[in-house]
């Protein structure tokens, strides 16, 4: 998340919050993918996380990128959080532990995207190496506990660590022990958006496994492949999930608005101030009868700012947020826009997902959702696994990306960028599968060797 909203303009009805998701409809010509990523800062001496204050701090390195890139600091009180392109088309945040997010700017081409990423990353090493810091691309930090892990000076996290215990057993691990990458794309209509929601919610137990890459906590096997994506099953079931009501005749724009409306708030946000409603109703809001803001009504930047509090496996804007992958590689940064532009902006490709999903049942969504966290491409399904489906898809999204035709400067199309992902429908074995291969022989059971061999 970067910078909360602040559009002062006031909701009179539940047809504004509608207008504001179905406003994202445009032409296909229009359509831009938008690629985020988070990372695990670590010391190159001694692998300890990265706090905020100090000379070697987060808030330094920051600073650091403020000089160079020249973008405008994001303030949180006395206290930088992120940076903004001065042209809106991206920013740097942080997560509540300290990770390291670029949100990316939407972009036309996965060429593009991956020009942003690798931007990125040698940017934050010219920044980072000077202090000592290095990077580190997992879905869940493999040494620190949680009490270990520093905590960012937000102040809407502050408010969600106090309410997340009340929930579930692990969204504060979420918050602070995990990190994801996440491809954000567009839709044409209402119909369109249906179809590609429905279908990214079915398939992203597959990218799940797909990108499974969080093997480890607290220096030592987890039991998982993904456990970050495991930790989402105990977080907040009011907020999260495979939204089963998708798949139900009359699906639109306004039955997820009303899901939405259903999700208590967390935080009501007036100037610079952040008031703690966790727990309360949106609907009490647009009505001026919230009982910690008396008479205060509900303004679009709240409707949006509540809108990124939801957590569902596809969320939906006025945009579509593809959310179920790991934090990764740079090259598998890359894959993740290139797999879902593969399958959802080419109509073959997405009509081919739609046969493949279309018959899947409720149960048979949410079985995939709990087994895939721990065996991942090797989970059964229907008399084969999800290896089964992961290599359609993958041939799928290649055959899609051809379609597309985009060529960089060697003539080469977008296809490329799926290389790692037939690597690893081609092996059967995850990331994960192989970190955990490399701890067990080469590594001799040293946790420190994930940083020393896979870090930035």
């Known amino acids: 998340m970067a910078r909360d909203a602040t559009d002062a303009t006031p909701i009179e009805s539940r047809d504004q919050l ?43 390195l ?31 945040s942080l997560e509540p532990g300290g990770q390291f997010e670029l949100s990316g700017a939407p972009l036309e081409t996965i060429h593009q995207t991956c020009r942003e990423v690798n931007g990125h990353l040698a940017q934050v090493r010219e920044c980072a190496t000077p202090l000592g810091i290095g990077f580190l691309g997992l879905g869940a930090s493999p040494k620190w506990t949680r009490a270990e892990t520093p905590v960012m000076p937000k102040s809407r996290y502050a408010i969600m660590s106090r309410y997340m215990p009340k929930v579930g057993n692990l969204g504060l691990d979420m918050m602070y022990r995990t990190c994801t990458i996440q491809a954000n794309l567009d839709f044409s209509s209402e119909a369109d958006m249906v179809r590609k929601l ?53 699906f639109g724009f306004e039955r997820y608005v009303d899901w939405a409306l259903d999700v208590p708030m967390y935080f009501v946000k007036r100037g610079e101030t952040y008031h703690d409603v966790a727990g309360a109703s949106f609907r009490d809001l647009m009505a001026g009868r919230l009982a910690a803001l008396p008479g205060e009504y509900a303004t679009l930047s709240d409707w949006k700012n509540h809108l990124s509090t939801t957590f569902p496996e596809v969320r939906l804007k006025n945009y579509l947020e593809m959310r179920g992958a790991d934090g990764g590689p740079g090259n598998r940064i890359c894959a993740l826009p290139a797999l879902w532009v593969g399958l959802l902006y080419d109509g073959v490709a997405l009509d081919a997902c739609w046969e493949i999903v279309k018959d899947w049942t409720e149960a048979e969504r949410q079985a995939l959702r709990v087994a895939v966290p721990k065996s991942a491409l090797k989970t059964p399904f229907r008399g084969g696994t ?4 992961a290599r359609q898809i993958v041939a799928l999204a290649k055959d899609g990306l051809a379609r597309r035709k985009h060529v960089n400067e060697s003539g080469r199309d977008e296809t490329l960028f799926l290389r790692s992902l037939e ?29 020393r061999r896979h870090g930035y």
């Open 18 to 60: 509608v207008e504001f998701v179905a406003s994202g409809s445009k032409p296909a010509s229009e359509w831009r993918v938008g690629t985020e990523h988070e990372k695990f800062g670590f010391y190159l001496k001694d692998f300890a996380p990265v706090p905020y204050e100090g000379p070697r701090g987060i808030k330094r």
């Open 198 to 250: 429905r279908v990214g919610v079915a398939l992203q137990p597959i990218v799940t496994a797909l990108f499974a890459n969080s093997p480890f906590l607290e220096g030592k096997p987890n039991g998982y492949l993904s456990w970050r994506s495991a930790v989402w099953l105990d977080t907040d079931n009011d907020r999260t999930g495979m939204m089963p009501f998708a798949f139900e005749a009359g």
């Open 423 to 451: 690597e690893i429908v081609a092996s059967g074995e995850t990331e994960a599968e192989r970190l955990l291969r490399e701890y067990k022989t080469d590594w001799q059971g040293d946790i420190d060797e994930v940083f």
């Open 386 to 389: 999800v290896l089964d489906i």
């Open 62 to 92: 920051l600073e650091a990128m403020e000089g160079l890139l020249g973008w405008h600091p994001i303030m949180d009180k006395d206290a930088i959080i992120g940076l903004t392109d001065p042209t809106g088309l991206g920013a740097i």
